[in-house]
């Protein structure tokens, strides 16, 4: 007969308040987001100089090419982590991918060749991707119901504030004021390698998720992890606790197969997939039809020097920080559904304006950095809300494999397709043509919006159990 436990440990967590606990789970575990935003853009403001014959003598090709191969990498590093994660436990995987991240980078800045070169972002893009599974649903399931939204949002948003910090990185060390072109593009790399060394050291102190615990038949662990975190929240707090309310019956397993998964996924939850699938697209194309280009069409349209770009950049980054930072406590007062179908409308009206605005003429460099500054005020928050839904709407025991899925069709659909399309259409010199691309952007988040309105679900304040009941109950 198989093992039946009543547990209060869901409720138990939810009920905790703010404490230093959570703020070491935040820190430690959200910077993911904070070095993948540092990697993508120096890797960017770098790919001039990599062509130099004083470094690694690249072509345009290989540039794009060693993109793709960081695409890959994080690709295969979501899928393959995020079942490892679900099968294994939130804390080993999120300590293993971040050593695998700080071996990748630290690989790269030694790079000798484009072979090389293209290696190590491969699996440097394996440990981000592999991140992003374990510390969501580790994020998600640390943190107290009331609070899920805004955290998630702010920690997803600090991707950001690692964009800001590889912008001003790279006028520094890209400049050949301070060191050689040779050593500059390396010391970029070597700066993420020191803070991946630091948080792996940070993450020593997070424990692992007492929920995957119970679910996995591990409830002695589970309860002394749970009872060393009330502590530690008593322990900086002059209340008491108040008593948990509510209690779940669950069947442990140590293995949930893939069929038991993808039929919850594909099956009972199929609709929340359609909807996860469509918000992850949607802000992927977005955001990579135009972070992508920025630099091709400042210089293709407005005759910006190359050099000059990080200056357009940099604001452009802080506007999208700033929106899931303010806007995050909308997501749990407001509520789920009207937030993120209201952030991703208007960034489809928004945008829509400025597409006609650039193929009219109408635009400056420094006025369209303006409306993009605007527009993703309101889509970082609209692209931060959709890893929070493929985060909290299915069952504990799919959570890690369920991000994984859909930040990795998102990335394929729009981290692919997106940046090769809009190449052709700034190719080929004509503003409404690449009108046109940001109109196809804008169409997509207005279905998005559309989606979420049918098909959202009202996930404020409710724990996790609530929203989505695990497969062991």
């Not at 540092?38 to 790919?47: A, N």
């Not at 190590?120 to 394996?126: N, P, V």
Request: contains cysteine; hydrophobic residues 50%.
């Amino acid at each position: 007969m198989q093992q039946q436990i009543e547990t209060d440990i869901p409720a138990r967590l939810d009920r905790l308040p703010w404490s230093r606990f959570h703020v070491l789970v935040v820190l430690a575990l959200g910077i993911t987001w904070v070095l993948d935003g540092l990697e993508v853009t120096i890797v960017g403001s770098i790919g001039p100089m990599l062509q130099d014959q004083r470094t690694l003598a690249l072509s345009a090709q290989d540039i794009g090419t060693v993109a793709s191969f960081y695409v890959a990498g994080a690709v295969i590093g979501a899928v393959g982590f995020g079942w490892l994660t679900d099968r294994f436990g939130r804390r080993l995987i999120f300590n293993v991918t971040l050593a695998i991240y700080v071996g990748g980078v630290l690989l790269t800045a030694f790079s000798w060749n484009f072979w090389s070169f293209a290696l190590f972002r491969l699996i440097t893009g394996a440990g981000i991707g592999g991140e992003y599974a374990a510390i969501n649903s580790a994020i998600d399931e640390l943190i107290p119901a009331r609070l899920r939204g805004r955290i998630d949002l702010m920690v997803n948003g600090s991707y950001w504030a690692g964009a800001a910090a590889g912008a001003g990185a790279s006028l520094l060390l890209l400049s050949g004021r301070f060191v050689s072109p040779d050593l500059g593009w390396r010391l970029g790399f070597g700066v993420g390698a020191v803070l991946g060394l630091i948080i792996l050291y940070l993450r020593r102190f997070v424990p692992e998720s007492p929920r995957w615990l119970v679910t996995h038949g591990r409830e002695r662990e589970a309860e002394q992890t749970v009872g060393e975190i009330e502590q530690r929240t008593e322990h900086g707090s002059s209340e008491k606790l108040p008593e948990p309310e509510g209690r779940l019956t669950i069947h442990p397993r140590k293995v949930f197969g893939f069929g038991l998964i993808f039929r919850a996924m594909l099956g009972k939850h199929r609709a929340r997939s359609v909807l996860a699938l469509v918000l992850m697209s949607a802000q992927a194309f977005l955001f990579n039809a135009v972070f992508f280009t920025y630099g091709l069409v400042l210089s293709r349209f407005y005759q910006v020097p190359d050099a000059e770009a990080g200056l357009y950049i940099l604001p452009l980054t802080l506007g999208n920080f700033c929106g899931p930072v303010l806007l995050g406590h909308l997501f749990d007062t407001v509520g789920r559904r009207k937030m993120i179908a209201g952030t991703f409308a208007l960034s489809g009206v928004l945008l829509t304006a400025t597409a006609i605005a650039f193929g009219s003429g109408a635009l400056t460099a420094w006025t369209q950095t303006i409306c993009w500054i605007v527009i993703f005020f309101f889509a970082s928050a609209a692209a931060s809300s959709a890893y929070l839904t493929a985060s909290e709407i299915f069952p504990l025991e799919t959570r890690a494999l369920a991000i994984a899925v859909f930040y990795a069709l998102g990335t394929l659909l729009g981290g692919v397709f997106a940046p090769t399309l809009f190449g052709y259409l700034i190719g080929s010199g004509s503003e409404w043509a690449v009108s046109a691309g940001y109109i196809a952007s804008a169409v997509l988040m207005l279905v998005a919006a559309g989606v979420e309105l049918k098909l959202g679900v009202d996930a404020e304040g409710k724990s996790l159990e609530a929203i989505a009941e695990p497969l062991s109950s």
